[in-house]
């Protein structure tokens, strides 16, 4: 109730038309093996090939994991690409997570 009662106010704050959900915490794992619809993409550090997060933005559909401070482990890491998540980029600048789920959100909007 209050969650949601937060979100109301940050959509009617910007000026949106779309409200977003707001889903109870969940065990990565859990999360990760859990069926999703849309693009499954996940943003981390690591020297890994990615490709850019524009790229998927015409998706109609799409769900980005970004890590917590220190970034995702190794195994989670793994375990999401194992799943069906395609790496990506946010750039050549490594972000806090929450301007990491910021600029995620304002890419995939506005592309």
Do not use: Y
Request: hydrophobic share 45%; with cysteine; aromatic share 6%.
């Amino acid at each position: 109730e209050r969650w949601q009662q937060i979100l109301i106010a940050a959509m009617l704050q910007s000026q949106q038309v779309w409200l977003p959900i707001l889903d109870t915490p969940t065990r990565f794992t859990d999360f990760i093996q859990a069926k999703q619809k849309g693009t499954k993409l996940i943003a981390h550090c690591l020297p890994n090939e990615k490709k850019a997060l524009t790229t998927f933005a015409a998706a109609n559909d799409c769900l980005i994991l970004i890590g917590p401070e220190g970034d995702f482990s190794e195994a989670e890491i793994e375990t999401a690409l194992a799943a069906g998540f395609q790496p990506v980029s946010l750039g050549d600048t490594r972000l806090r997570t929450e301007t990491a789920a910021l600029t995620a959100a304002v890419i995939l909007q506005q592309i």
